[in-house]
């Protein structure tokens, strides 16, 4: 069976520290990954989508980047941090069931 | 771009039925979702519709009509472990297969005894 792991799953940083977020797949090959950020009582907010290794697309700019280094792993940076990159991180990845996306446990990041 | 709303929250009785709507305005999509999500969890698919009309799971069931941009989630037999927020959100036709979502800002559903 497929899951989705996602560390780690708190975070408090100071703004103007560095990120990284890890999410993997397991149990699948060649998935399609996404982040999404979702704000305290806010909907999901797209922010990058990957199709392939080294294939990333960003929705939104911003202050982050992603990485696929391997095809069931996706990382979430940041080089300096922001007040404003405060909230619930949650990566996805959907198979071949292109209709439903699976979501990993989330990242709860506070920046002060 | 694409737009959904859906109400902010709705508060029902246990053991009754209740309907989430979800409008959308879009230019092309593949199908309209809904997703669960609790308090500090994670979004969980409940359905999708590809075709309008009505799609059934259990106590849930989904409906869809692309002429009216309209869809709605209805629960019956609520139970309490029912309360949670509850997402609209279509796949938008786009390019390299990505099958993206845009999600609506959910409908916080209080369940009461």
């Known amino acids: 069976s497929q899951t989705i792991h996602q560390w780690p799953a708190t975070l408090v940083q100071p703004v103007g520290s560095p990120l990284s977020l890890e999410c993997t797949v397991e149990?699948?090959?060649?998935?399609?990954l996404y982040w999404y950020r979702q704000a305290a009582g806010r909907g999901l907010q797209l922010l990058f989508y990957?199709?392939?290794?080294?294939?990333i697309s960003s929705e939104v700019p911003q202050n982050l980047s992603a990485s696929r280094p391997q095809d069931r792993q996706f990382i979430l940076s940041s080089k300096k941090l922001l007040l404003s990159d405060s909230g619930f991180y949650l990566c996805?990845?959907?198979?071949?069931?292109?209709?439903?996306?699976?979501f990993g446990p989330g990242t709860r990041l506070t920046v002060l | 771009g694409q737009s959904l709303e859906q109400p902010s929250e709705v508060t029902a009785v246990e053991g009754a039925i209740v309907q989430i709507n979800c409008t959308y305005q879009?230019?092309?999509?593949?199908?309209l979702s809904w997703y669960q999500q609790h308090d500090g969890g994670a979004p969980t698919f409940l359905s999708y519709?590809?075709?309008?009309g009505l799609e059934e799971t259990g106590r849930f069931s989904s409906f869809l009509s692309r002429s009216d941009s309209y869809g709605y989630l209805l629960l019956q037999e609520l139970q309490m472990k029912d309360s949670a927020s509850y997402f609209c959100?279509?796949?938008?036709?786009?390019?390299?297969?990505?099958?993206?979502?845009?999600f609506g800002k959910g409908t916080k559903l209080s369940v009461i005894p």
């Open positions: 996805a990845w959907t198979g071949l069931a292109y209709n439903e996306q699976f």
């Open positions: 149990g699948t090959s060649n998935p399609n």
């Open positions: 990957s199709v392939g290794i080294g294939q």
């Open positions: 879009t230019s092309g999509f593949y199908g």
């Open positions: 519709n590809a075709l309008d």
């Open positions: 959100a279509v796949s938008p036709y786009s390019g390299a297969g990505s099958y993206q979502l845009t």
